[in-house]
T-cell receptor
Framework: DAGITQSPRHKVTETGTPVTLRCHQT?????MYWYRQDPGHGLRLIHY???????DKGEVSDGYSVSRSKTEDFLLTLESATSSQTSVYFC???????????FGPGTRLLVL | KQEVTQIPAALSVPEGENLVLNCSFT??????LQWFRQDPGKGLTSLLL?????REQTSGRLNASLDKSSGRSTLYIAASQPGDSATYLC????????????FGTGTRLKVLA
């Protein structure tokens, strides 16, 4: 299995609070992604990174920001959490050469 | 806008049966297509990746085909086992110049012993 960890694995927070999720990889892959998975919507891309300090928006980026200061870490921040951001968040990586995406175990976030 | 559809949403089959899962996409200009497996409460595991220039890929009892012109891919599972029970998702990568993947909503497969 690709070396991808996500933290925390579970989080409960209140509406209006900032939340940061961390994705850490040990594969030295260039590309990293944040998705959310919701019933009926499948996986939707929030943001992705194609290198250190290089990021771009996905299809559901409103209310989220990301940062990547090191190859191994990709942070997702909910600036002011809302109940609509209750979801399961997955991080993924790919090396670009083979294009295969490898996924982390996910973070379950509940916003009350 | 690229849309990816997987039908049926759920499928139950007896053990030992050969089965086909379907994935349809609306825009044939894709870079590649990937099939994943997801067990309940877990992340996604990559099964097969087909480049746009390829017609099929095989891994063990799994065979994935790609027909870009018709906007379809199929995942064939031979001699199904209860351990194959999971949700299977397909994802297409848009053409080069972007690193975005569009996922289908998946087919939930149950193989009955």
């Amino acid at each position: 299995d690709a070396g991808i960890t996500q933290s925390p694995r579970h989080k409960v927070t209140e509406t209006g609070t900032p939340v940061t999720l961390r994705c850490h990889q040990t594969e030295n892959h260039r590309y990293m992604y944040w998705y959310r998975q919701d019933p009926g919507h499948g996986l939707r891309l929030i943001h992705y990174s194609y290198g250190v300090k290089d990021t771009d928006k996905g299809e559901v980026s409103d209310g989220y920001s990301v940062s990547r200061s090191k190859t191994e870490d990709f942070l997702l921040t909910l600036e002011s959490a809302t109940s609509s951001q209750t979801s399961v968040y997955f991080c993924a990586i790919s090396d670009g050469a083979q294009e295969t995406q490898y996924f982390g175990p996910g973070t379950r976030l509940l916003v009350l | 806008k690229q849309e990816v559809t997987q039908i049926p949403a759920a499928l139950s089959v007896p053990e030992g049966e050969n089965l086909v899962l379907n994935c349809s996409f609306t825009d044939s200009a894709i870079y590649n297509l990937q099939w994943f497996r997801q067990d309940p409460g877990k992340g996604l595991t990559s099964l097969l990746l087909i480049q746009s220039s390829q017609r099929e890929q095989t891994s063990g009892r799994l065979n994935a085909s790609l027909d870009k012109s018709s906007g379809r891919s199929t995942l064939y599972i031979a001699a199904s086992q209860p351990g194959d029970s999971a949700t299977y998702l397909c994802a297409v990568k848009l053409t080069s110049g972007t690193y975005k993947y569009i996922f289908g909503t998946g087919t939930r497969l149950k193989v009955l012993a």
